[in-house]
């Protein structure tokens, strides 16, 4: 038994420094954190501003008190330039924590956006937009609840052995990052449009190593995301949203993809009353920690989501059912997510309808 600990400690040990600087935080509801996807998305909106937060937890049902917790708040609006352009401005806040060892992040970003027309008039056109931010974010760890090998005897553990292994670690500091950003989307009419992004996060590569490593294997690896969306009407007061993203970041891949269907529920297709209702499929790929270059495609979650709007508010609730390996330790428990928007409008004398994210 004392064997079986101390390899699972040293196991949790190295892993927990070597692997868990190479990936990002992820929203399910992706399409409700647009400033989290792409800098682009700032200022994106029909009403002159937006405010957002969302929530996640995972591993709950395997890891109980330390599971992962995510939460992300944003405000952001649209600054018009000109007769048909737009400045769009905004702020980000987001944690993470994960593990008994409060491994976290917390990031605040700061984003720009400009978007151009290219085509169109006054109630059917096309932009471009190009957008970028700059963040500044703490890492930091705790080993106060953590049990390390030299604490554990024949006895069992005793806390009063043994030394803290993280003494010569450099448990918080802060880095800056910056991400860009471009968006394309068509506006059809106020209930048909599509558009494709695509953005670069982590330009700089900052070094998150809390042992100061200097060298590749210490700095962030940059992140690749492309995703679309479609918002179209299959009926009066039905209409179909399918969306996509897929993400890279040094040998990690993921797919998330799937369909919403959202049912008018006011008096008109033009009102923003409706319920949505979706499922998803997320895929990724299996990294060999010895071999990063041996990787395979797994299925991780299927998703089912609901979103209820209602004028300027949204709130949305996502389950994800885990059906990767750890569906055995986790029972099919994946994670949950709660969202919630907040749009504030007033007149809007041009009549450009952007995508309803």
Same mark, same amino acid.
């Given at each position: 038994?004392?064997?079986?600990?101390?390899?699972?400690?040293?196991?949790?040990?190295?892993?927990?420094?070597?692997?868990?600087?190479?990936?990002?935080?992820?929203?399910?509801?992706?399409?409700?954190?647009?400033?989290?996807?792409?800098?682009?998305?700032?200022?994106?909106?029909?009403?002159?501003?937006?405010?957002?937060?969302?929530?996640?937890?995972?591993?709950? @049902?395997? =890891?109980?008190?330390?599971?992962?917790? /995510?939460? %992300?708040?944003?405000? &952001? *609006?649209?600054?018009?330039?000109?007769?048909?352009?737009?400045?769009?401005?905004?702020?980000?806040?987001?944690?993470?924590?994960?593990?008994?060892?409060?491994?976290?992040?917390?990031?605040?970003?700061?984003?720009?956006?400009?978007?151009?027309?290219?085509?169109?008039?006054?109630?059917?056109?096309?932009?471009?937009?190009?957008?970028?931010?700059?963040?500044?974010?703490?890492?930091?760890?705790?080993?106060?609840?953590?049990?390390?090998?030299?604490?554990?005897?024949?006895?069992?553990?005793?806390?009063?052995?043994?030394?803290?292994?993280?003494?010569?670690?450099?448990?918080?500091?802060?880095?800056?990052?910056?991400?860009?950003?471009?968006?394309?989307?068509?506006?059809?009419?106020?209930?048909?449009?599509?558009?494709?992004? @695509?953005? =670069?996060?982590?330009?700089?590569?900052? /070094?998150? %190593?809390?042992?100061? &490593? *200097?060298?590749?294997?210490?700095?962030?690896?940059?992140?690749?995301?492309?995703?679309?969306?479609?918002?179209?009407?299959?009926?009066?007061?039905?209409?179909?949203?399918?969306?996509?993203?897929?993400?890279?970041?040094?040998?990690?891949?993921?797919?998330?993809?799937?369909?919403?269907?959202?049912?008018?529920?006011?008096?008109?297709?033009?009102?923003?009353?409706?319920?949505?209702?979706?499922?998803?499929?997320?895929?990724?790929?299996?990294?060999?920690?010895?071999?990063?270059?041996?990787?395979?495609?797994?299925?991780?979650?299927?998703?089912?989501?609901?979103?209820?709007?209602?004028?300027?508010?949204?709130?949305?609730?996502?389950?994800?059912?885990?059906?990767?390996?750890?569906?055995?330790?986790?029972?099919?428990?994946? @994670?949950?997510?709660?969202?919630?928007?907040?749009?504030?409008?007033?007149?809007?004398?041009?009549?450009?309808?952007?995508?309803?994210?």
């Amino acid at each position: 038994m004392i064997k079986v600990i101390l390899k699972t400690s040293v196991f949790c040990i190295a892993f927990m420094f070597s692997t868990l600087h190479a990936q990002d935080i992820h929203f399910t509801q992706f399409y409700m954190s647009p400033l989290n996807l792409n800098p682009a998305l700032t200022g994106v909106l029909n009403c002159k501003t937006r405010l957002i937060a969302n929530y996640r937890n995972q591993w709950s @049902a395997v =890891l109980v008190a330390n599971a992962y917790n /995510t939460y %992300s708040v944003s405000y &952001d *609006q649209k600054i018009p330039v000109g007769r048909e352009d737009y400045f769009g401005i905004g702020g980000s806040l987001w944690g993470d924590v994960a593990g008994a060892a409060r491994f976290g992040t917390t990031q605040g970003r700061l984003s720009l956006s400009y978007s151009k027309k290219m085509a169109g008039y006054r109630k059917k056109a096309s932009y471009l937009v190009i957008g970028a931010d700059l963040g500044l974010a703490q890492r930091g760890v705790s080993g106060d609840d953590l049990r390390w090998p030299s604490q554990i005897d024949q006895s069992g553990w005793d806390p009063t052995r043994g030394f803290d292994e993280l003494s010569n670690v450099d448990r918080s500091f802060l880095y800056a990052d910056m991400s860009a950003g471009l968006l394309w989307f068509s506006v059809i009419d106020n209930y048909t449009n599509w558009y494709l992004g @695509a953005a =670069l996060h982590h330009l700089n590569r900052p /070094t998150v %190593s809390f042992f100061g &490593d *200097q060298e590749k294997s210490g700095r962030l690896y940059s992140k690749y995301t492309v995703h679309a969306g479609l918002q179209y009407p299959i009926a009066r007061k039905i209409s179909i949203l399918p969306f996509g993203v897929f993400m890279a970041q040094g040998p990690h891949r993921s797919l998330n993809a799937g369909t919403n269907f959202r049912f008018a529920l006011g008096p008109s297709r033009t009102s923003n009353q409706s319920w949505e209702v979706g499922a998803w499929y997320r895929i990724g790929n299996k990294v060999n920690i010895n071999d990063a270059l041996k990787t395979s495609l797994h299925s991780d979650a299927i998703i089912i989501s609901t979103r209820f709007n209602y004028e300027e508010f949204g709130i949305g609730f996502s389950y994800d059912i885990n059906i990767s390996g750890l569906a055995k330790a986790a029972t099919g428990n994946g @994670a949950f997510e709660f969202s919630l928007n907040y749009n504030i409008c007033g007149p809007e004398s041009r009549g450009v309808y952007c995508p309803r994210f």
